[in-house]
């Protein structure tokens, strides 16, 4: 290669420019102008590979060596910094951020010709922008970056021409980069403690007597509640409280969900607290303007617990949701305190909550640089609910475990490849 950049270098600059918000309107960070002529020559090399993407980008696999100690940074000036007290110590760090002799880095380029946009991704972060419609401003020379990034992606076209590409990564990608399945049974085998963890504060009893009632539908002939008024529905949600001993218990049951719901109540609170009058006047026609009334447990976008009151021909009903891993018992127990309780209750997700209480659910495990939340398109066609990153920690035992899906293969453009053509 032309360019020398290790690891430790070429993530310095991954570091570094995937924190600039190249979205913002305002954002007019430039390049130097040999990293713009290596852009147009990268794209040039991209021209001949066949899209790959939905979205009809190219994404390959790029290899950067690792390097020397020396590579990674100068132990006397870490322990003169106070980073570090020991070469051991350095080593060890050294070893921790790359542990392989070779890094693997996901490479990602997108192009609109019409609006003259381009975009490029390394490890899964945006980290080289070029819009025609903004204004160019003080320039940062990364030319030795952009070199690198050129001799990588030619290298891997290369390999395209050859023929070797795809049957090389299939066979040599780490598994922290792939993406498959593990069944939730495979971890607590290798983690038990992870299980003992989980089903600390659930006792066996509660949990056959959820795989026995819970379900996604009422079953048929079930009775509904005629009317519903905002009192009945703050009792329900003291009843979970009290189920998970939150705090607050000596509260009225209206305080109590003032304290522990999202707060975003859409005048709930408002109403004539006995009326069925007032309640269904508010379910019907209240102005929803982004309040969260059924978000009963405040939690983060996927990792709230919510209780919907539903209306049917029938009467009122609630629905329970909380499929998040980390409020799995909570929802159970919260479940369960209405079903005894002879509320008219369902919970979303009930199939596969039961099979994460018996271990049977799939995880997905997405990609390193991937954030494990919102990955269901990783997984389409498949009951994935809950992600994660293969762990470092006993990571060859997990893959062993782990079914993988196909990487990503890339061709040429016109390629015949089993008697299809690639265009």
């Known amino acids: 290669?032309?360019?020398?950049?290790?690891?430790?270098?070429?993530?310095?600059?991954?570091?570094?420019?995937?924190?600039?918000?190249?979205?913002?309107?305002?954002?007019?960070?430039?390049?130097?102008?040999?990293?713009?002529?290596?852009?147009?020559?990268?794209?040039?090399?991209?021209?001949?590979?066949?899209?790959?993407?939905?979205?009809?980008?190219?994404?390959?696999?790029?290899?950067?060596?690792?390097?020397?100690?020396?590579?990674?940074?100068?132990?006397?000036?870490?322990?003169?910094?106070?980073?570090?007290?020991?070469?051991?110590?350095?080593?060890?760090?050294?070893?921790?951020?790359?542990?392989?002799?070779?890094?693997?880095?996901?490479?990602?380029?997108?192009?609109?010709?019409?609006?003259?946009?381009?975009?490029?991704?390394?490890?899964?972060?945006?980290?080289?922008?070029?819009?025609?419609r903004?204004?160019?401003?003080?320039?940062?020379?990364?030319?030795?970056?952009?070199?690198?990034?050129?001799?990588?992606?030619?290298?891997?076209?290369?390999?395209?021409?050859?023929g070797t590409y795809n049957e090389m990564l299939e066979r040599n990608l780490p598994p922290q980069h792939r993406t498959g399945t593990i069944r939730r049974s495979k971890l607590w085998e290798v983690w038990p403690e992870h299980k003992a963890d989980f089903f600390e504060d659930l006792s066996q009893k509660d949990i056959d007597e959820f795989l026995s009632v819970a379900s996604d539908f009422l079953p048929a002939g079930s009775q509904r509640l005629t009317e519903m008024t905002a009192n009945y529905f703050f009792s329900c949600c003291a009843l979970g409280y009290r189920a998970n001993q939150y705090p607050g218990g000596d509260k009225l049951p209206r305080d109590q969900y003032r304290q522990h719901a999202d707060g975003r109540d859409d005048g709930?609170?408002?109403?004539?607290?006995?009326?069925?009058?007032?309640?269904?006047?508010?379910?019907?026609?209240?102005?929803?303007?982004?309040?969260?009334?059924?978000?009963?447990?405040?939690?983060?976008?996927?990792?709230?617990?919510?209780?919907?009151?539903?209306?049917?021909?029938s009467g009122y009903s609630l629905q329970l949701a909380g499929s998040s891993w980390t409020r799995t018992i909570e929802t159970v127990r919260f479940f369960l305190a209405l079903y005894r309780a002879g509320c008219p209750v369902t919970i979303r997700e009930a199939e596969m909550l039961k099979s994460r209480l018996i271990g049977s659910e799939q995880i997905g495990i997405v990609p390193k640089g991937i954030v494990p939340c919102y990955c269901h398109s990783l997984f389409e066609g498949e009951k994935v609910i809950d992600f994660m990153n293969l762990p470092s920690e006993d990571r060859d035992v997990?893959?062993?475990?782990?079914?993988?899906?196909?990487?990503?293969?890339?061709?040429?453009?016109?390629?015949v490849v089993d008697g299809l053509l690639h265009k």
């Not at 401003?137 to 030619?154: G, K, M, R, T």
């Not at 006047?281 to 447990?297: A, D, F, Q, T």
């Not at 062993?400 to 040429?412: I, N």
Request: aromatic letters at 14%; hydrophobic letters at 35%.
């Open 398 to 415: 997990f893959a062993a475990q782990c079914m993988w899906k196909p990487v990503k293969k890339a061709y040429l453009k016109d390629e």
């Open 1 to 132: 290669m032309r360019n020398a950049l290790k690891a430790p270098q070429v993530k310095h600059y991954i570091d570094w420019l995937r924190r600039i918000e190249y979205r913002s309107a305002t954002c007019q960070f430039s390049y130097d102008d040999l990293t713009y002529q290596k852009i147009d020559e990268l794209y040039q090399l991209l021209d001949r590979i066949k899209p790959n993407c939905a979205n009809g980008a190219v994404e390959l696999w790029l290899q950067v060596d690792r390097g020397s100690i020396d590579d990674f940074g100068n132990y006397e000036e870490f322990r003169a910094s106070g980073e570090v007290d020991t070469y051991e110590e350095f080593y060890s760090w050294w070893t921790a951020e790359f542990p392989d002799e070779v890094e693997w880095i996901n490479f990602t380029a997108i192009e609109d010709q019409e609006i003259g946009y381009r975009m490029i991704y390394l490890g899964q972060h945006s980290v080289l922008e070029m819009d025609s």
């Open 268 to 313: 709930l609170l408002d109403i004539t607290p006995d009326s069925p009058q007032a309640f269904s006047l508010w379910y019907h026609n209240r102005e929803k303007i982004g309040g969260h009334p059924w978000e009963v447990c405040r939690g983060g976008n996927s990792t709230h617990i919510s209780l919907y009151v539903q209306e049917d021909v």
């Open 134 to 162: 903004k204004e160019k401003s003080f320039p940062h020379d990364i030319s030795e970056f952009s070199c690198w990034l050129v001799d990588a992606v030619s290298q891997a076209i290369h390999q395209i021409e050859a």
